[in-house]
Antibody, heavy 128, light 108 residues
C-alpha cells in the first residue's frame, strides 16, 4: 500500500519561499509509470492543482502558478519536493502531495490524469 | 482558463438517490474523476475514467458522461456519504488538471 507524507514548515513569512517535501513509502517512487503531484486547498475552499513531476524530472505546472513553482524529485530518498516563491497570505492552505496516474482509453489515447493516493495534507500559513 | 462547474450543494434524504453534475467544454475529450472529501481528511477517489469504481468503493457510487456534462450518482444515500464532492478533469491539452468548485452533499 503506497503512503505519502508531507513535511515542512507550517509558517512562512510573506515574500519568502514555501518549501515542502513528500516522502513516499510502500513502493519505489521510480517504479511504474506514475507521476507525482502537489495540490492545495485554502480553508473552506476548493482544490487547486499546483503541478506534477515524473521521475525523469519532467514537470508540468498550473499556468496560474508557473512563474513561482518548482517541483523536484530525489529518487534516492523516495521523495519529491515543492518550492513556491514570493508567497502571500493567499498561499495559505493545506498542501497535499498525491500519486498521479495518466489515464489511457481503450483506443490507446491518453485522456488526462487522476490521483489515486494522497498524503494527509499539511497546513502552511503565510504570516509575519 | 478552463473551468468545471458544479452545483454548490445537493440535499437528499437517506435512501434516496443523489446526483451531482459537473460541466466543462473539454469533458467530451477528457475523462472525469470524482473525489469524496470529509472534514479534516484528504480527498478519496470514488470514480475514475468517467464511470469506473476503484476497489473498496461501494457499488452505490456510479458515474456517467453525456457530452459536456458528467454526473456522479449515489444510490441509496447513507448518512456516511455526507461530504464534499469534487469533479476533476484536464484541459483540452490533457496536461493541466482542473477541479470543479465542489458540491456539498447534505443527507437530511
Amino acid at each position: 500500500q503506497v503512503q505519502l507524507q508531507e513535511s515542512g514548515p507550517g509558517l512562512v513569512k510573506p515574500s519568502q519561499t514555501l518549501s515542502l517535501t513528500c516522502t513516499v513509502s510502500g513502493g519505489s517512487i521510480s517504479s511504474g509509470s506514475y507521476y507525482w503531484s502537489w495540490i492545495r486547498q485554502p480553508a473552506g475552499k476548493g482544490l487547486e492543482w499546483i503541478g506534477r513531476i515524473y521521475t525523469s524530472g519532467s514537470t508540468n505546472y498550473n499556468p496560474s502558478l508557473k512563474s513561482r513553482v518548482t517541483i523536484s524529485v530525489d529518487t534516492s530518498k523516495n521523495q519529491f519536493s515543492l518550492k513556491l516563491s514570493s508567497v502571500t497570505a493567499a498561499d495559505t492552505a493545506v498542501y497535499y502531495c498525491a500519486r498521479d496516474q495518466r489515464a489511457l482509453d481503450p483506443y490507446g489515447d491518453y485522456r488526462g490524469y487522476y490521483f489515486d493516493y494522497w498524503g494527509q495534507g499539511t497546513l502552511v500559513t503565510v504570516s509575519s | 482558463s478552463y473551468e468545471l462547474t458544479q452545483p454548490p450543494s445537493v440535499s437528499v434524504s437517506p435512501g434516496q438517490t443523489a446526483r451531482i453534475t459537473c460541466s466543462g467544454d473539454a469533458l467530451p475529450k477528457q475523462y472525469a474523476y470524482w473525489y469524496q472529501q470529509k472534514p479534516g481528511q484528504a480527498p478519496v477517489l470514488v470514480i475514475y475514467k468517467d464511470s469506473e469504481r476503484p476497489s473498496g468503493i461501494p457499488e452505490r457510487f456510479s458515474g456517467s458522461s453525456s457530452g459536456t456534462t458528467v454526473t456522479l450518482t449515489i444510490s441509496g444515500v447513507q448518512a456516511e456519504d455526507e461530504a464534499d464532492y469534487y469533479c476533476q478533469s484536464a484541459d483540452s491539452s490533457g496536461t493541466h488538471v482542473v477541479f470543479g468548485g465542489g458540491t456539498k452533499l447534505t443527507v437530511l
